[in-house]
């Protein structure tokens, strides 16, 4: 069965310091790869997607980036955070054709990072 | 531009009653819908889709959906709630053109004994 893994579970980190936050999947090939950041405990943003190696598509402009160094493997990104970027950050898999597939997205138990 | 709306931010009720919490839709062509579930400090659990077909979709932990096209709805049903059922839901869409899943805000169900 397939699986998502992020870690850390949480992070606090000070304003202006790095962040590199890891995602992988296992037991699925090829997925379609997401970040998500979730603030408030409700809405949902997509912040980028992946349809295979170092492919990453940005929805929006931020100071964050992702990157995907294998397979299953899925990084976000910055290099100097900021006190916005608060949040619970949360990286789904999915399969299929990403624009046509009818399968549901799956998550993994997010990262809630705190910027002090 | 497809998205959806979930009308109530919370919703109360009494353990063994049925409880609907609800979503409506708004695309142009046919759409793909979705409920996840979000307990506390987790990632979301997907619950069940509607693709096409039968109106009525049942999905994991008892929980059903239907699909109404002509009032743009699809309402999450369970005929008998569970204290365990307390969490926050979401509705999603996408369009078939589309790559991403567009949320609504969630709606938070409360359970009580």
């Known amino acids: 069965s397939q699986t998502i893994h992020q870690w850390p579970a949480t992070l606090v980190q000070p304003v202006g310091s790095p962040l590199s936050l890891e995602c992988t999947v296992e037991?699925?090939?090829?997925?379609?790869l997401y970040w998500y950041r979730q603030a408030a405990g409700r809405g949902l943003q997509l912040l980028f997607y992946?349809?295979?190696?170092?492919?990453i598509s940005s929805e929006v402009p931020q100071n964050l980036s992702a990157s995907r160094p294998q397979d299953r493997q899925f990084i976000l990104s910055s290099k100097k955070l900021l006190l916005s970027d608060s949040g619970f950050y949360l990286c789904?898999?999915?399969?299929?054709?990403?624009?046509?597939?009818?399968?549901?997205?799956?998550f993994g138990d997010g990262t809630r990072l705190s910027i002090l | 531009a497809q998205s959806v709306a979930q009308p109530e931010d919370q919703v109360n009720v009494a353990e063994g009653n049925p409880l609907t919490v609800k979503c409506t839709y708004s695309?142009?062509?046919?759409?793909?819908l979705f409920w996840y579930v979000q307990y506390p400090n987790r990632g979301l659990q997907f619950l069940l889709k509607?693709?096409?077909?039968?109106?009525l979709v049942k999905g994991s932990y008892g929980f059903e959906a239907e699909f109404n096209k002509s009032q743009t709805s699809f309402h999450l049903k369970k005929p008998s709630a569970l204290v365990s059922d307390s969490a926050l839901y979401f509705c999603?869409?996408?369009?078939?053109?589309?790559?991403?899943?567009?949320f609504g805000k969630g709606t938070s169900l409360l359970v009580t004994p």
């Open positions: 789904a898999w999915s399969v299929g054709r990403v624009r046509t597939s009818n399968q549901p997205q799956h």
């Open positions: 992946s349809v295979g190696i170092g492919q």
């Open positions: 509607y693709i096409t077909g039968d109106n």
């Open positions: 999603a869409v996408r369009v078939l053109s589309g790559y991403a899943l567009n």
């Open positions: 037991g699925t090939s090829n997925p379609n």
């Open positions: 695309v142009s062509g046919n759409p793909y």
